[in-house]
């Protein structure tokens, strides 16, 4: 069985903290050495510190499926119980994957530095209860699937619609729509590029479904008329999903700046989404803005404020 780590480059670049805690239990002779600072390496609770510090720091040498991130901020801190030394952790970064086993293994580093520094006098200590206290920042702060909601696919290509190319975006649409993220797709249609043909069509589906993906017909070509018709037809342009793909498509090819593909309102809360008309395209940009859909939903008709 082979090894897949999680392909992250398709992500937001987010402020990304977490914070972690554990305790090691000490014997009560342990407990005074510290307190008095008789143990002969020196200052317990500072050095595990440290040893948090690069703990958190090397964490992708040691944890084989942890990528090699920037990490802007870590405060470990130690305290001294009666019996034993609790420790805390909180990591800080921007990038596009969560540093929760950052901060855990901190704390185990700290927690292992407090044994090592011990051990010749403590034959009993136990390290327990290490846990992960909170995370933000990530996918799981706004993300949400499609489930419960109506989708329509619409490809725009004279190619296809005339029968000589097979249209591989739409159908990538529906399968990302369906298989990965729980939507339904209650309506699919193959278009050429018409301009008065989209607006007729993008029409027909206001109100009876929640949102309409587009492929195809983002580029400069004179028959390149999607971003027009859907201009034409929304009630207010969610400029910000035309500006993530080109931003975050330019990672992958250049020519995402290419694309002129847009998003917006129509009627009181249908939401309509272009898409460039190529695989990839769909592939990248349908998974960066599904989890977003259902929030966009709710601000359309007014459930819900950003």
Known sequence: MGFKPVDVSGKFETIR?????GKIYL???????????????????LASQMAGMYGAKRTPDILPFCHNIMIDHVVVDTRLDEDGVYVSAEVKNVGRTGVEMEALTAVSAALLN???????????????????????GGKSDYAEDL???????????????????EDKSGKTAIDIIENEFGGEVVHYKILPDDKDKIVEELKSLEGKVDVIFTTGGTGFSERD?????TKEVIRTEAVGFGEAMR????????????????????GKDTLIINMPGSRGGVKDNLR??????????RMARGEKKH
């Open 17 to 21: 903290t977490a914070k972690a805690e």
């Open 27 to 45: 014997s009560k002779e342990s407990v005074e050495m510290i307190k008095e600072g008789k143990v002969p390496k020196g200052d317990v609770l």
């Open 114 to 136: 407090v044994y090592d520094m011990l051990k010749a006098f403590d034959k009993n200590m136990v390290i327990g209860d290490i846990k992960l206290v909170s995370k933000r």
């Open 147 to 165: 489930s419960g909601l109506k989708c329509a696919v619409i490809t725009l290509s004279d190619s296809c619609s005339r029968g000589e190319a």
């Open 225 to 229: 008329q999607t971003v027009e018709a």
């Open 247 to 266: 931003i975050i498509g330019v990672k992958f090819t250049p020519k995402s700046l290419l694309s002129r593909a847009t998003a917006g309102i129509i």
């Open 288 to 297: 960066m803005l599904a989890p977003m859909v259902k929030h966009a939903i």
